[in-house]
């Protein structure tokens, strides 16, 4: 479903977990945000965050339980900064 909605639409940020309950894993949804959305900020979110040796970059690491305004601040802070960067003619 996730790699629909991306298909569907831009978004600024994809943040997920290693595991889900759905048909693609974590891994899955990152390695196809890599390759197919550029600019879009990927974050991992996990309890069970295991030794990632694919050349996969996460933009940022949240380990379970977190308050979940640590990931909107995160997501403040990226992305105004990324905005006033391209803004400034320096991005």
Known sequence: MAISILQAMA???VITDLRMSAIADGMELAR???AHCAGVSLVLASAQAR?????LTFDAFFIKPYPPDDIANWIRRRHTSTRDH???GLG
Request: hydrophobic residues 35%; negative net charge; charged residues 35%.
């Open 11 to 13: 978004v600024d940020v």
């Open 32 to 34: 196809y945000v890599r």
């Open 51 to 55: 030794p990632i040796t694919e050349d």
């Open 86 to 88: 391209a803004e400034s």
